[in-house]
């Protein structure tokens, strides 16, 4: 049941992350024309600027709990990494909720307010004279914290099995570090929470 839980979660959030992802080829491919036309037409786009920065805050605010889902957000474990994995789980298990949770329910919070008055003025950049609309990007802001709550509860959740256990579960994977590609023999490289 925990199990089946936790894999519909990292599911959710692997989809929209992969979705979201698509912001990367979208955003080249319009860097790349504003390029062309700025220095070798000579004739700017007035959207370009617009959209890479709503294309990258989209991409930045939708793939957290994608990068959650998968231990891959960067942190501080100069001793964590020893220590046994039933006092990992212990420890994350206070951290969630003594600091993820409360900011992540303080972002859904906030953002709700600026995405809502955000769509109610239907409001647009004030960086170009085309008023590109940025109603739709601050409208992810509480998408983003619903996405990262969930998360935060498959987490938790496997901090549980972890205590249940003494082992993490382990974690769904779609992409591999580029030294398992290009170096042969070189073994995979451990994700932070996994069983080693």
């Known amino acids: 049941m925990i199990r089946g839980v936790i894999k519909t979660i ?11 992802a698509w912001c990367i080829v979208i ?5 790349s024309y504003e390029v062309f036309v700025r220095y070798v037409l000579r004739d700017p786009t007035s959207w370009a600027f617009d959209l890479s920065y709503i294309l990258y805050g989209a991409l930045f605010l939708m793939s957290g709990a994608y990068t959650l889902s998968r231990g891959g957000h960067v942190r501080a474990d100069i001793f964590y990494r020893r220590w046994r994995p039933r006092r990992q789980a212990a420890l994350e298990f206070v951290l969630y909720f003594l600091f993820y949770f409360p900011g992540v329910l303080a972002l859904v919070i906030a953002g709700w307010g600026y995405g809502t008055e955000s769509y109610a ?3 647009v950049s004030v960086n170009s004279p085309v008023g590109v609309p940025i109603w739709p990007l601050k409208m992810l802001i509480p998408a983003a ?13 496997r901090c549980v099995v972890c205590l249940k256990e003494g082992a993490w579960p382990a974690r769904l994977h779609d992409v591999e570090e580029l030294e398992s590609q290009l170096l042969p023999g070189h073994p995979p490289v451990p994700e932070p929470g996994a069983q080693t």
């Open 10 to 20: 990292d599911l959710l959030n692997k989809s929209v992350g992969h979705a979201f």
């Open 27 to 31: 955003l080249t491919l319009g860097v």
């Open 121 to 123: 003025i239907r409001e």
């Open 145 to 157: 914290g619903i996405l990262l709550t969930l998360q935060g509860i498959a987490e938790v959740l």
